[in-house]
Every structure is written in structure tokens, then in C-alpha cells.
Nanobody, 118 residues
Framework: QVQLVQSGGGLVQTGDSLRLSCAAS????????MGWFRRAPPKEREFVAS????????TYADSVKGRFTISTNDAKNTVYLQMNDLKPEDTAVYYC???????????WGQGTQVTVSS
């Protein structure tokens, strides 16, 4: 059974940077895609970024394009989200997720709070 364990996050000021990490544990681990979503109540959960594990192809939400970067460390089965130039509207709980077989995200991390003060 694969588990995703997140780290990073916290309270920062507008314009600061943070890096979130998400490590997959358990065997076997395989992924077609890994992604990051976020939820800021009362909004619905929204897509932030994704990466195709083998090709490294990335996709971003328009709201974070140019500021956030998703990357992986294959040897560590870890996906990262580098967040630069943070804004108050980025405040949310961030979740990493994995799509093991290309049919949908079905394993989620525990969530990490990111708070950006103005």
C-alpha cells in the first residue's frame, strides 16, 4: 500500500517562497502522474500542478504559472512544489496526489497548510 507523506508549508509573507515535499512510501510504487491540489474553504479543491513521472511533462493552473514549479526526485519517489512570489490568495491546504495507472488520482497526502500574510 502506497502512502504519501507531505512536509513543508507554514506561514510566510507576500512575496516569499516555500517548498512542499511529498514522499511516497510502500511498495510497489508506480506513478503515471503526480500532482498538487489545494483547498481554501469555502472554495472547492482546485488543481495546482501535475507532472508525468516518466517524461517529466508538467501542467500548471493559470493562477500559479510562472511562480510555482513541480519537480520529482525519482530515486526518492518524491515530488516537490516550489512556490515563489507567494500571494495571500495562495493561502490554502495543499495536497499531493498520485495517479498510479493513468486513470485518476486515487491516493492523497495528509495535507499541508500554507498561509501567506499580506
Amino acid at each position: 500500500q502506497v502512502q504519501l507523506v507531505q512536509s513543508g508549508g507554514g506561514l510566510v509573507q507576500t512575496g516569499d517562497s516555500l517548498r512542499l515535499s511529498c514522499a511516497a512510501s510502500g511498495r510497489p510504487f508506480s506513478a503515471v502522474r503526480m500532482g498538487w491540489f489545494r483547498r481554501a474553504p469555502p472554495k472547492e479543491r482546485e488543481f495546482v500542478a501535475s507532472i508525468r513521472w516518466s517524461e517529466g511533462t508538467t501542467t500548471y493552473a493559470d493562477s500559479v504559472k510562472g511562480r510555482f514549479t513541480i519537480s520529482t526526485n525519482d530515486a526518492k519517489n518524491t515530488v516537490y512544489l516550489q512556490m515563489n512570489d507567494l500571494k495571500p490568495e495562495d493561502t490554502a491546504v495543499y495536497y499531493c496526489t498520485v495517479d498510479p495507472r493513468g486513470v485518476g488520482y486515487n491516493i492523497w497526502g495528509q495535507g499541508t497548510q500554507v498561509t501567506v500574510s499580506s
